[in-house]
């Protein structure tokens, strides 16, 4: 057979590949009465079964498509009727008009991208602000709101709020385990309890040779509950 082309879509709409088909039969079960038929019955189960592979694939990697395509066509194929059996090459390229469509995605693409990162950049600034009502305070106070002062009660509880967001797939178990603790230890509002909680954070930093971790707990204990801690937590 002659080699035959096809204008075959991908999965961008408007942007469509072109196709080189090179088929070489292998095998006829009997003689044909219509060899033009045949040729045309062939031509179509190919463009078909490349058609139906390529509407999946995007036209900005041509060189991967080429590849894909030319492993999904290798297997040798076979029409039914007449029984025909024939192998298929390709060649994928893309015209000029569909080249300069694929790059102006991607330079829109590109943009777009670039939109994204400062928006969430933006995002995540303004919140690791508001995460901490002294920055609350101080927007409501550049903003002149009337009594501010009064409201810091509700500042720290919007700040709360901004603390305990966590982008989805942004952070290691190791976020959630410090919210795990953050949590336990505002279970004990008491200072008694909440010194015995640091004392033995801190005595298992010792006992796990972690003498400078240790001494910042038992630094922090003391500034939250007014009472040192002793050198390697609780005994």
């Known amino acids: 057979m002659e080699s035959f082309e096809a204008r075959l879509e991908s999965v961008h709409v408007g942007i469509a590949f072109q196709v080189m088909f090179d ?11 219509d060899a033009g038929a045949t040729a045309r019955a062939v031509r179509i189960a190919l463009r078909h079964e490349a058609a139906d592979f390529l509407r999946q694939q995007p036209a900005t990697d041509l060189h991967s498509v080429q590849d894909l395509l030319a492993r999904e066509m290798a297997r040798s194929h076979t029409l039914l009727e007449p029984e025909v059996r024939f ?4 060649h994928v390229s893309l015209p000029t008009g569909d080249q300069a469509a694929v790059e102006a995605l991607l330079a829109a693409q590109r943009e777009q991208s670039k939109s994204t990162a400062i928006r969430r950049q933006e995002f995540e600034d303004l919140a690791e602000e508001l995460s901490d009502p002294a920055g609350v305070m101080a927007r409501w106070a550049t903003a002149d ?5 009064k409201r810091s009660a509700e500042a720290r509880a919007l700040a709360e ?4 967001y966590r982008p989805p797939g942004r952070h290691g178990v190791e976020y959630a385990l410090i919210e795990v603790v953050r949590e336990f230890l505002a279970s004990f509002p008491e200072p008694a309890q909440k010194r015995m909680v640091y ?19 038992e630094e922090i204990a ?12 609780v005994r």
């Open 23 to 33: 088929v070489q039969v292998r095998n006829v079960a009997a003689p044909l009465a």
């Open 87 to 90: 192998d298929a090459r390709v």
């Open 145 to 149: 709101t009337s009594d501010w002062v």
């Open 161 to 164: 709020l901004f603390a305990a």
């Open 199 to 217: 004392g033995l954070l801190s005595a298992g930093m010792h006992r796990a040779e972690r003498p400078a971790h240790a001494t910042k707990v």
């Open 222 to 233: 003391e500034a939250v509950t007014g009472v040192s801690v002793p050198p390697g937590g």
